[in-house]
């Protein structure tokens, strides 16, 4: 398992990137949104959401997210709020971590798979309200 990024939660993506740039000189990627479906509980779950990623100096990496449709994994946690979201690791076998997560008690809250990228969400009251993100690139990221 590898760190990959912190994520938060935003009500409007265009205004937290600016902050986070003045503040904390973050560069941003360009913001794309993405039209994705999870599974919560095993239900189809459609969301619609705008994405950018930024990074420091030394290559730590932020995850913002705006969520524009549906029920997302930070609205399962988060509610209205807006904040610190998840912190996400990439795995080599994400049925493997899965399985180990929640053997150690973690709970999946929702799970997304494509020809890109797998991934699920996991809670845990331990975690002081964040969600871990376990996602596993395939091929390039």
């Known amino acids: 398992m590898k ?9 409007d993506i265009h205004r937290s990137i600016g902050l986070y740039a ?14 994705i479906t999870t599974y919560v509980e095993g239900k189809a779950n459609p969301t619609k959401a705008l994405v950018t990623h930024g990074h420091t100096d030394n290559g730590f990496e932020f995850e913002m997210v705006e ?10 946690i988060l509610g209205d709020r ?5 912190m996400a690791f990439t795995v080599n076998d994400l049925a493997a971590a899965r399985s180990e997560a929640e053997g150690r008690g973690l709970r999946t809250v929702t799970e997304f798979s494509s020809q890109k990228v797998d991934f699920i969400f ?3 009251e331990r975690l002081a ?3 871990v993100q376990l996602v596993k690139f395939h091929g390039e990221r």
Request: proline share 2%; net charge negative.
């Open 3 to 11: 760190f990959l990024h912190v994520g938060f939660a935003v009500k």
């Open 22 to 35: 003045d503040l904390f000189g973050i560069r941003w990627e360009p913001v794309k949104e993405y039209a």
């Open 67 to 76: 969520n524009t449709q549906g029920i997302s994994a930070d609205s399962l």
């Open 82 to 86: 807006e904040g610190l979201s998840h």
């Open 122 to 124: 996991l809670k845990d």
């Open 129 to 131: 309200g964040a969600l």
